[in-house]
């Protein structure tokens, strides 16, 4: 998701018809990845239940903008639906791990929020900057894409392999 994030900011350098087929083949292996993160059974059932649903929304997103984004706007409102849906996402997920029985991390739970929170407010202004402004709204929704995937990056890196094994 984060490189998806950064191919979107260098789309000017790297030409529309490679994004338009890069960008949701990494997007569907983001989601694919989580899907198979999602079926560890040592990681809490909260989690396992929110990687299925982010990797089916990954896939979902990666497939609709592959065979519906067949224009700059059409693109930014499909990313606008999903930034403000991945917002809302990440912070009823916290609140479900607020609410489970099990340690928290309080560093992958401030990413998520963070990531959450920017993803939410930010669809919205996503949304003003594309209808005034495309390139502008390009760059925001590189800039979203790019936290979405770093709060995911947080995640990998504070998760270690003995947390799972």
């Known amino acids: 998701m984060l490189a998806s994030g950064i191919f979107l900011f260098l789309s000017s350098k790297i030409g529309v018809e490679i994004i338009k087929i ?56 499909i990313t606008t639906y999903f930034v403000i849906m991945y917002g809302l996402f990440e912070i009823i997920f916290i609140f479900g791990v607020l609410n489970a029985k099990h340690t928290i991390n309080k560093g992958i739970l401030m990413s998520r929020a963070i990531a959450g929170g920017l993803n939410l407010v930010g669809g919205f202004f996503l949304l003003l900057a594309s209808l005034n402004d495309e390139i502008q709204g390009l760059s925001i929704a590189a800039l979203l894409i790019s936290i979405g995937g770093l709060s995911i990056a947080i995640f990998a890196h504070k998760l270690s392999v003995k947390d799972i094994l």
């Not at 990494?26 to 990845?33: A, E, Q, R, T």
């Not at 396992?48 to 592959?66: N, R, T």
Request: aromatic share 12%; glycine share 6%.
């Open 22 to 77: 890069l960008v949701p083949l990494l997007l569907l292996l983001s989601g694919i990845s989580a899907l198979v993160f999602s079926k560890y059974e040592k990681i809490p059932r909260i989690a396992q239940q929110y990687h299925i649903i982010q990797g089916v929304g990954l896939v979902a997103y990666a497939i609709i903008l592959f065979f519906l984004a067949n224009s700059l706007p059409s693109f930014l409102m």
